[in-house]
């Protein structure tokens, strides 16, 4: 894995978490319609109402909106270090171990991939990373990464 300079981010984040905006909605803009909400696959696209659309010819864009909650609270983020076992990069999945021996199945979008986030293809088997992942709202077979970092030291899964 190649590795990346990311002290330069160290003092505006207080954590890992903070690399990626708690959410970190998107946009489709499709057919002249845009629909707040999330990637979920490489071909599909989670509204904030949970309608799975066809992403087909459209386009996601980047955004600071936020879908709106029943309480109006924003959606938190969480971070997992895990060990990758594969990657499959047509489908944009990778297989991971997590510390507690869970498999992970983990979506991860291009338009995650950032100046501080490790790009798809820097991964491969044996690869131990931070990812970071909504709490609710996207899917429980299938995590959406909004961000994949290299962890801060040498994470070892539990044996």
Known sequence: MKARLIFPYCFLVGSIGAL??????????????????????????????KKVLQIEKGKILRTNDKCETSNGRLKASFSEFVEVKTVNP????????SADKRERKI????????????????????DRIT?????????DDIWRAEAITSPWFAYKPKE
């Open 107 to 126: 979506y991860y979008p291009e338009i995650a991939e950032t100046v501080v986030n490790l790009k798809l293809s820097d991964l491969k088997s044996g």
């Open 20 to 49: 990626a905006p708690a959410g970190a909605e998107e946009l489709l803009d499709k057919d002249g319609a845009k629909y707040l909400g999330w990637q979920i696959s490489k071909v599909e696209f989670r509204t904030c109402y």
């Open 131 to 139: 990812v970071v992942v909504p709490t609710s709202g996207r899917g």
């Open 90 to 97: 047509d489908a944009r999945l990778i297989t991971a171990i």
